[in-house]
């Protein structure tokens, strides 16, 4: 059996945003995407991610306003895989950096994002994780 990788796990197509625009229309992307994360785009380069967490921890409880840029809150050093790399490695990757969810890199350009509930229901659809995951938005 082959060794399973990202790619076999991921959620496609990751939606994105552009760094200048504002919390408000990030909120609204991913409520309407039904998403927890966004890719975050300078111009047509990848440059980090936004989470549903950041929204509201670097955003909302800082004081910052629905009208403040993506960028201000964004995680801009980016922790990423390749769609190739085994999901043993990119599991290793999430626990050693403490992150939730990853962007999957093909060269610059964000080809996917994968989650720790991914590869929870991946590894043991049955767990409680799993469950959770199953049940809750994705991305």
Partial sequence: ???QT???VMTPAPTTIGMSETLETAARTM???DVGAL???AGATTVGIVTDRD???RGLAEGLG???MVGEVATEELLSVGPTVPVETAIELMRVA???RMPVMDGDTAVGIVSIGDFAIERDPT???AEISEAAPNG
């Fill in 1 to 3: 059996m082959a060794q």
């Fill in 6 to 8: 990202v790619a076999d």
């Fill in 31 to 33: 409520a309407a995407q």
């Fill in 39 to 41: 890719i975050v785009r």
């Fill in 55 to 57: 929204l509201v921890v």
């Fill in 66 to 68: 629905l009208e403040t």
């Fill in 98 to 100: 403490a992150v939730r």
């Fill in 127 to 129: 767990s409680a994780l």
